[in-house]
């Protein structure tokens, strides 16, 4: 498929709605774009649509269900990510040459610090209908034209997302002291237990909010998925470059919405 196969709208900055070709749209800073759909709200809703807070894109993202806000805490910790939208773009194209068209609408678009995107689609494995793979697969392939990644992901792993949870709280700049920083950075030189590097520091009630904030921007590191934080997980230095990294993107951390 070619990008003049594929057909692309969004809403801009003013809240009016733009249509294209995808091959002349596909420079729009989507990750700035407004939601193109809205989220239904109805009596016995069985999903959980709400907005977060998300320090990448300065703003509110929405979400749909606990699925998707799981990977907006996901994205939103990710040092390589700088923005991220909520249904971004509506995309359209006609199968075989037919004469109606199918469209769909990711869920997310993600811009990273280097400039790439990912088109990303939050479905779990067990709620995937084969219309809903062949949006997918036409969505990836619409992806591939323009250089743009696609990823349809799952259920986060519950490890994962519990931690995700509990540090997404500290992850306001508020929250950052440099004096305690550069100790928590002395302290974990080299690896030690959660606790004990902080006791090492200071008063645990004082030093242990830091200490989740650099784990959550990365400036410290910590396996998420091993097991849930606690006094004995064992935190590590940080790469040189994750800390480059996220030494950047401390000034926009925030918190979860709701």
């Not at 016995?44 to 993202?61: D, E, I, K």
């Not at 004469?99 to 990711?106: L, N, V, Y």
Request: overall charge neutral.
């Amino acid at each position: 498929m070619e990008p003049e196969d594929f057909s692309l709208e969004y809403v801009d900055a003013r809240g009016e709605l733009r249509k294209g070709p995808l091959g002349v749209m596909w420079p729009t800073r989507f990750e700035a774009a407004g939601q193109v759909r809205a989220f239904p709200s109805y009596p016995g809703q069985r999903n959980f649509p709400g907005w977060y807070w998300a320090a990448t894109s300065g703003g509110l993202v929405g979400f749909e269900s606990w699925v998707e806000l799981g990977h907006l805490m996901r994205l939103d910790s990710e040092p390589d990510v700088v923005a991220v939208a909520s249904q971004p773009f509506r995309l359209s194209w006609r199968p075989g040459g037919q004469a109606r068209r199918i469209s769909h609408t990711p869920d997310y678009f993600v811009r990273r610090r280097d400039g790439t995107a990912v088109v990303l689609d939050v479905r779990p494995d067990d709620r995937i209908e084969p219309k809903d793979a062949v949006k997918f697969a036409a969505t990836a392939a619409a992806c591939a034209v323009v250089g743009w990644d696609f990823d349809r992901v799952g259920v986060l792993d519950p490890v994962l997302a519990a931690n995700l949870r509990w540090l997404s709280g500290y992850r306001h700049p508020r929250v950052r002291r440099e004096p305690v920083v550069a100790g928590l950075r002395a302290a974990f030189a080299h690896p030690r237990g959660l606790l004990a590097g902080a006791r090492a520091v200071g008063d645990p009630i004082a030093v242990l909010p830091v200490l989740f904030h650099l784990l959550w921007c990365r400036g410290l590191a910590v396996d998420l998925e091993a097991g849930l934080l606690s006094a004995a997980t064992t935190v590590r230095p940080a790469s040189a470059v994750a800390r480059e990294v996220s030494g950047g993107a401390d000034a926009s951390e925030a918190v979860v919405a709701g």
